[in-house]
């Protein structure tokens, strides 16, 4: 395009809309900030709606106290080789027989993520409406390539991370971290809606739920 026929278009804008306000519009903040039909603060309901939503999606969901967590984990995990991120809390891995793989120093590649048999992290928080988890690569929860090559991802997520709603969770995330939003196991369709499990990330995705004391801004008490 000739410089003349640009600034010819750019005066007709101009000329177009020299009778609009320069005032910036008033943005409305009076949306819904939890998810429809459930009270924040009935924790039963939100963690039931996390669970049922995860379910939905083809995750598989486990319950447990925090006296039961290490038998879940070790009923949960495969025997295999299975990567443990650094701050992962390693005294929830007592009863499991399989071998944990950490990334200490350097970097496992590609090749040797997709060989292990699942990958086991905690999470930033979660969010009911959607069965999503959140990844940030905080403590316990590893980089992301490594929580997306593995065929199964484990993820330990406790009670009070768990909100009903993303207006709830997302000023709290900080959005210069790389942040993975996890909603069930990772699938794809094309156009013949023909699903396709694990094209971008693990096949299958187990959720343990740890029920220990609510500590969400929602929670009783």
Avoid at 59 to 66: D, G, K, L, S
Avoid at 70 to 94: C, K, Q, Y
Avoid at 135 to 152: K, N, S, V, Y
Wanted: with cysteine; net charge negative; hydrophobic share 40%.
């Amino acid at each position: 395009m000739s410089t003349g026929a640009r600034e010819e278009i750019l005066d007709r804008i101009r000329s177009a809309t020299a009778d609009l306000t320069t005032r910036s519009p008033e943005v409305p903040r009076s949306y819904l900030r939890h998810a429809p039909g459930v009270d924040p603060a009935d924790r039963e309901t939100v963690l039931a709606l996390f669970a049922e939503r995860l379910e939905e999606y083809g995750a598989t969901v486990h319950r447990a106290r925090p006296a039961g967590l290490v038998s879940t984990l070790a009923e949960v995990l495969p025997a295999g080789r299975v990567m443990v991120p650094a701050g992962f809390p390693i005294e929830w891995l007592t009863q499991w027989a399989g071998e944990a793989v950490a990334e200490e120093t350097t970097p496992l590649s590609r090749r040797q993520l997709d060989g292990l048999d699942a990958v086991l992290t905690t999470c930033a928080v979660a969010i009911a409406e959607s069965g999503t988890v959140v990844l940030d690569t905080g403590p316990g929860q590893g980089r992301r390539a490594a929580t997306l090559l593995p065929d199964l991802h484990v993820c330990v997520v406790r009670a009070g991370q768990v909100f009903s709603s993303m207006p709830e969770v997302i000023g709290s995330l900080d959005p210069l971290r790389p942040l993975t939003w996890i909603s069930g196991p990772s699938a794809t369709a094309d156009i013949e809606m023909i699903r396709v499990p694990g094209v971008h990330g693990p096949r299958r995705l187990t959720v343990v739920l740890l029920l220990e004391e609510d500590r969400s801004p929602g929670a009783a008490g």
